[in-house]
């Protein structure tokens, strides 16, 4: 059974930093894609970052770009995001997801597994 568990939001204010962790078991594709993926209040999800091959490969938002790092660790089963320089706009539940079984890492409905989340709020 996969489970993908995301740990590490909390509340802080404009101009800090946050790093999120997503333990997975049960599966073991690290050459796939894993994202984290954040739907804010009255929003629709969407695609934060996304790291692939290993680590070699890794895709941001643009919005997020030159603030966000995605990292993973392989010996932990743990995927990463940094978050610094966060802004109230950041605000939002963020989710991981693995097993990216299309070509659009940035789609919700190309993952085959999701954590619960985790809340980040951001005040300004």
């Known amino acids: 059974q996969v489970q993908l568990v995301e740990s590490g939001g909390g509340s802080v204010q404009a101009g800090g930093s946050l790093r999120l962790s997503c333990v997975v078991s049960?599966?073991?594709?690290?050459?796939?894609?894993m994202s984290w993926f954040r739907q804010g209040p009255g929003k629709l999800r969407e695609g934060v970052a996304a790291i692939c091959s290993g680590g070699i490969t890794k895709y941001y938002a643009d919005s997020v770009k030159g603030r966000f790092t995605i990292s993973q660790n392989n010996a932990k089963n743990t995927m990463y995001l940094q978050m610094n320089n966060l802004k109230s706009e950041d605000t939002a539940m963020y989710y991981c997801?693995?097993?990216?079984?299309?070509?659009?890492?940035?789609?919700?409905?190309?993952?085959?597994?999701w954590g619960q989340g985790t809340q980040v709020t951001v005040s300004s």
């Open positions: 049960g599966y073991t594709d690290s050459g796939n894609c």
């Open positions: 997801a693995a097993d990216l079984y299309g070509s659009r890492w940035f789609d919700d409905d190309e993952y085959n597994y």
